[in-house]
Nanobody, 121 residues
Framework: QVQLVESGGGLVQPGGSLRLSCVASGSIFSIYTMGWYRQAPGKQRDLVATITSNGITNYANSVKGRFTISRDNAKNTVYLQMDSLKPEDTAVYYC???????????????WGQGTEVTVSS
């Protein structure tokens, strides 16, 4: 089994910063693309940013220039540095990773449980 555990959410004022972390654990053989998605109340879950195993990144237009995704392959961890936060960034943020496992053998997408980010004065 694989678990993705996020941390780092919370309440922050507009213009502030937060850093989210997501650690993957379990019977992992290899981790491919990792990413962050978010879901605001009453809305669908949307892509925030992704990063491939060799560091190629992709961002939603709404966060370009403000958010930075990175990963530490040795620690099976992906990060999301969020700067210049806006009220519209308020959402539950979910970690996602494409992972191959050796027990059971296979490759699929996994989701974390989510961490809440609230941007408000």
């Amino acid at each position: 089994q694989v678990q993705l555990v996020e941390s780092g959410g919370g309440l922050v004022q507009p213009g502030g910063s937060l850093r989210l972390s997501c650690v993957a654990s379990g019977s992992i053989f290899s981790i491919y693309t990792m990413g962050w998605y978010r879901q605001a109340p009453g809305k669908q879950r949307d892509l925030v940013a992704t990063i491939t195993s060799n560091g190629i990144t992709n961002y939603a237009n709404s966060v370009k220039g403000r958010f930075t995704i990175s990963r530490d392959n040795a620690k099976n961890t992906v990060y999301l540095q969020m700067d210049s936060l806006k009220p519209e960034d308020t959402a539950v943020y979910y970690c996602n990773a494409e992972i191959s496992t050796y027990m059971p053998y296979g490759r699929r997408n996994y989701w974390g449980q989510g961490t809440e980010v609230t941007v408000s004065s």
